[in-house]
Structures are given as C-alpha cells and as structure tokens.
T-cell receptor, first 114, second 109 residues
Framework: SQTIHQWPATLVQPVGSPLSLECTVEGTSNPNLYWYRQAAGRGLQLLFYSVGIGQISSEVPQNLSASRPQDRQFILSSKKLLLSDSGFYLC?????????????FGPGTRLTVL | GQNIDQPTEMTATEGAIVQINCTYQTSGFNGLFWYQQHAGEAPTFLSYNVLDGLEEKGRFSSFLSRSKGYSYLLLKELQMKDSASYLCASMDSNYQLIWGAGTKLIIKP
C-alpha cells in the first residue's frame, strides 16, 4: 500500500529565516506530486506540482521554490520567510499509471512565521 | 475564470440528513471530488463523480450534473464525528484540482 510522509509536523520560524519541508511517498512509482498551502479558514492553494524528477511547475509566483531530486521525494524551500508564508502546508500525490484520479494527502506541516 | 462555490458553514442535528451543495466552473472537466477535513488534519478523499448521477457509499452519497455544473454531498444518519469541513474540488482539463473554500459542518446533539 502507498503511504506519504511529511516533516516536520509543526514549525515556528522567524521572519527572514530559510525553510525546507520534505515529502516522501512510498509504494508507488512516478507519481504526480503537489505542494498546497491552506491559510486559516481558507481553501487549498496549489503552489507547485511535479510530473517527474526535476520537473516543477509553479502556480503562484512568490518567495517559495520546490525541487524533486528523486522520484518519490518533493521538497519545498524558501531562502527568506515572510509573515504571509504562515499556513498549513500539504503535500499530495496522485497515481498516473491507472485511471484513478484522486489525490492523497500527507499529514501536513503547520508553519508559523513570527 | 475558474470558480468553485459552496456554502461557508452549515449546521445539522445528530441523526439527521444534510446536503452540501457545490457549483463549479472550470476550464474543461475531468471529475468532481469531495474531501473531508477535520480541524488541524489533512483532507481525506470521500468521493469522485465523473458521470451524471448519484454515487452511494454507505452513509455518504455524491451527485453530479455536468450540464448544470452542480454537485452535492449527502450525509445521512449524521454522527458527531461528521463535524468537519467538506471540500469540493473540480479537476480541470490539465488534471489539476480547483478547490472550493470548504463548508464547515457543525453537528449538534
């Protein structure tokens, strides 16, 4: 069965500090991978998605970046955090080799920028 | 533009039935999804409709009308644990999910 891991679960960082959030998926090959952000009481905002190693599409221009160094690893980074970067960050994956279309989410990282 | 509309909040009584509506407008259509999200947790998949009609899964059912750009999630025999936010999402022609802001469902005893 497939599982998705995210860490850390919570993070408190000062403004201007760097960020690295990691997501890994087990039990599948060549998944589509996604990074979302959810502000308090709001819907999910797609930040980045990837259809393969080294292939990153950015949906929202901002001070965040993403990388996919391995097939099942997706990393979200920032060089300098802003207050507005606070939120709930969710990684998700989707199977692409079959007709199943649903996305499955990791447990999320709650980021507070002070 | 792309848009998903659903009510912000609904209240229902334990044991009753509630219907959460969603209207969507996306560039192309590859299905309508419903997810459940408990406070502080990640969303979990509930249902997927790509053809018109009603899909039933235990206490939960989901309906789709593609001509009307409309879906609803029906929850029967409500339990306190059903208190959560319910997210509607439409998959566009690029297989990206366009998300609604979610409907917070409050269940009262």
């Amino acid at each position: 069965s497939q599982t998705i891991h995210q860490w850390p679960a919570t993070l408190v960082q000062p403004v201007g500090s760097p960020l690295s959030l990691e997501c890994t998926v087990e039990g599948t090959s060549n998944p589509n991978l996604y990074w979302y952000r959810q502000a308090a009481g709001r819907g999910l905002q797609l930040l980045f998605y990837s259809v393969g190693i080294g292939q990153i599409s950015s949906e929202v221009p901002q001070n965040l970046s993403a990388s996919r160094p391995q097939d099942r690893q997706f990393i979200l980074s920032s060089k300098k955090l802003l207050l507005s970067d606070s939120g709930f960050y969710l990684c998700a994956w989707r199977e692409t080799s079959v007709d199943y279309n649903e996305q499955f989410f990791g447990p999320g990282t709650r980021l507070t920028v002070l | 533009g792309q848009n998903i509309d659903q009510p912000t909040e609904m209240t229902a009584t334990e044991g009753a039935i509630v219907q959460i509506n969603c209207t969507y407008q996306t560039s192309g259509f590859n299905g309508l999804f419903w997810y459940q999200q408990h406070a502080g947790e990640a969303p979990t998949f509930l249902s997927y409709n790509v053809l018109d009609g009603l899909e039933e899964k235990g206490r939960f059912s989901s309906f789709l009308s593609r001509s009307k750009g409309y879906s609803y999630l029906l929850l029967k025999e409500l339990q306190m644990k059903d208190s959560a936010s319910y997210l509607c999402a439409s998959m566009d022609s690029n297989y990206q999910l366009i998300w609604g802001a979610g409907t917070k469902l409050i269940i009262k005893p």
